[in-house]
């Protein structure tokens, strides 16, 4: 798992979009060619979606749990449901509410933090689908359940599938609770990745972590510091 997680330099700077500590995620700086962001899971903290749409990229959000109304910002197009692999009165597929939004080219951006339901939603989305897709950032929950065989089939599927088109350009450890003792590595139960689609990649050298850029998600607690076989 850790062969197929590792972070590489692709020939981009990366810059920081969103709030100091959690909320901020690093990209790689080609976001004058995106021009539209899909946003699932709002949550208290929506200064990504603000700069984002600062920058003049349509932004769609979606969340079942939260009210429009209660979003601070401006000109964004939202859905109170929550992604899935099917779609139901409360739940949508991330194909059909792209679909549902518009006839979109390859110039899109993806920002997922949906408390594990990412893995269901990557398996149920068509490359095809992916691949209109310039950048993903992805929160992956739970990586300290990674020694159960169920668990540990489902997460590498997830990271092969995104591999066909992606490159991991950054990953970042979640802090918000500790590390866990995992065959001898310590881990966190969250981590978020930056991938960038591979036809736009220029080169692909091991990336050093951490980022100058890099900050904790809690202020409050011990920083994390990843594996060093991610390095190798």
């Known amino acids: 798992i850790l062969n197929k997680i590792k972070p590489y330099n692709v020939g981009f700077k990366l810059i920081r979009i969103g709030s100091p500590n959690d909320g ?3 990209v790689p700086d080609i976001l004058n060619e995106i021009k539209h962001c899909f946003s699932p899971g709002v949550g208290n903290n929506t200064e990504f979606e ?32 929550n992604l899935a692999s099917y779609d139901s009165k409360n739940t949508i597929t991330l194909e059909n509410w792209i679909k549902k939004e518009g006839n979109f080219a390859d110039d ?19 490359l095809e689908c992916l691949k209109k897709f310039k ?23 997830t990271i092969e599938k995104l591999s066909l088109e992606f ?15 995992v065959s001898g590595f310590k881990l966190p139960t969250a981590i978020e990745i930056t991938f960038l689609r591979k036809d736009l990649c220029k080169e692909k050298k091991i990336a050093k972590i951490p980022h100058l850029l890099d900050q904790k998600n809690i202020i409050k607690l011990p920083d994390i510091y990843l594996p060093k076989e991610l390095f190798n």
């Open 135 to 157: 950048i993903l950032i992805i929160e992956f929950h739970y990586l300290e359940k990674i020694n159960n065989n169920y668990f540990y089939k489902i997460f590498e599927n």
């Open 50 to 81: 603000k700069q984002i749409i600062d920058k003049g990229i349509k932004t769609f959000m979606a969340d079942g749990s939260v009210n429009k109304e209660n979003i601070k910002l401006d000109n964004f197009n939202f859905i109170k449901k």
């Open 167 to 181: 490159e991991i350009v950054h990953i970042h450890p979640n802090n918000c609770q500790g590390v866990y003792s």
């Open 24 to 26: 901020g995620y690093l």
């Open 108 to 126: 899109l951006l993806l920002q997922m933090d949906i408390e594990s339901s990412e893995y269901e939603v990557i398996h149920a989305t068509p």
